[in-house]
């Protein structure tokens, strides 16, 4: 049963992220805007991650448990840093929405210029940190089933490719990481959102302008997402804390479990409140689909017709200026 959840599950995982990184690819118009490719940078991260964790549990399958120890660990390293790759990729997109907010104006300008390098720096930290967790193997550092034995006489048995396999020094390395990346992005949401608060407090005597009634909307819609975003940073944050503090201090093994739990769902959660959330996401998948729309198309000019040099801006704050110039 055990077996085929670790292949179901990211099996699932990996069909349910590869339909939107279709519908992005075949979309030519929707990727003019910057935030559609770092939507799209995330969403080839997780498919990423999910294929290697499906080609772990299909080969422990087909070895019977005997996976060679050098295939284990480089599948093993390269999950761990595409993981932390995720954790970049929504740190990228939390600083694109405070671009939005901060530097409205230069918003598109500044994102056009660093939409590229962000989605490099990605692949390159993949690279790169996957190259230091392997090197932890060649030197031959002690795995974490080997220090718990150790120090806490805790004896894993575990037979498949798992997570107890990697270097504890690179484990280690991995949560520090893990635990840098969502702090900031926990503190770029909520900065991005105290600013949107602001600026909604400055326009609440304007209840005439469209551009005012389109802003309250789509921030009110904006503060909900970070609060779910924050829940999960919250948990993620303090799961990590007790993940490095147990390298002293042995956690029931009850935690682990839920803490993978945990962070598989916050793979979910994160992506559709980046992703799916984004108008513009849905309405391509439909479009690919060939679903009929039902409802009357706003007024205004749509996405997919602002030409090449006022292209609309990401987000939902920064689509305001974009929005004003349309019906100017």
């Known amino acids: 049963m055990i077996a085929w959840g670790r292949i179901g599950v990211p099996a699932a995982l990996m069909v349910l992220f590869a339909v939107p990184l279709i519908v992005i690819i075949k979309s030519r118009t929707i990727r003019e805007e910057p935030m559609v490719l770092l939507i799209l940078n995330m969403t080839a991260v997780l498919v990423s991650f999910n294929a290697l964790f499906f080609v772990i549990s299909i080969v422990d399958a087909v070895t019977a448990n005997s996976m060679p120890h050098l295939l284990c660990s480089f599948l093993l390293s390269t999950g761990l840093a595409v993981f932390g790759g995720f954790k970049l990729s929504t740190l990228l997109l939390a600083a694109e929405q405070y671009v939005a907010v901060v530097f409205s104006l230069q918003h ?6 660093w939409v590229n390098k962000m989605i490099a720096f990605t692949w390159l930290f993949i690279v790169g940190f996957s190259a230091i967790i392997l090197l932890c193997f060649f030197l031959g550092l002690e795995t974490i089933a080997e220090f718990d034995l150790r120090v806490f006489g805790i004896d894993h048995h575990i037979n498949t490719c798992g ?4 270097a504890n020094m690179g484990m280690f390395a991995f949560q520090i990481v893990f635990f840098l990346f969502t702090i900031l992005t926990c503190g770029l949401l909520t900065y991005t959102a105290v600013q949107g608060l602001k600026h909604e407090k400055r326009i609440a005597g304007d209840n005439t302008s469209r ?4 802003f309250v909307l ?4 904006f503060r909900r997402i970070v609060k ?4 999960f940073l919250i948990i993620d944050i303090i799961g990590t804390v007790i993940h490095i503090i147990s390298r002293w201090f042995p956690v029931p093994t009850l935690f ?9 769902s916050s793979l979910v959660v994160e992506y559709w409140a980046y992703g799916i959330s984004n108008a513009i996401i849905p309405k391509a998948i439909k479009k690919f689909f060939g679903f009929r729309r039902n409802h009357r198309e706003p007024q205004g000019r749509p ?6 040099r006022q292209p609309p801006a990401a987000g939902p704050i920064a689509m305001i200026e974009v929005e004003a110039n349309g019906t100017s």
């Open 256 to 264: 682990t479990y839920a803490s993978h739990f945990v962070r598989t």
């Open 163 to 166: 997570w107890q396999k990697v």
């Open 218 to 221: 789509r921030f009110k819609s």
């Open 108 to 113: 598109f300008t500044i994102m056009s210029r």
């Open 228 to 231: 779910l975003l924050l829940i």
């Open 303 to 308: 996405a997919d017709s602002v030409p090449p």
């Open 211 to 214: 551009q005012t009634e389109n």
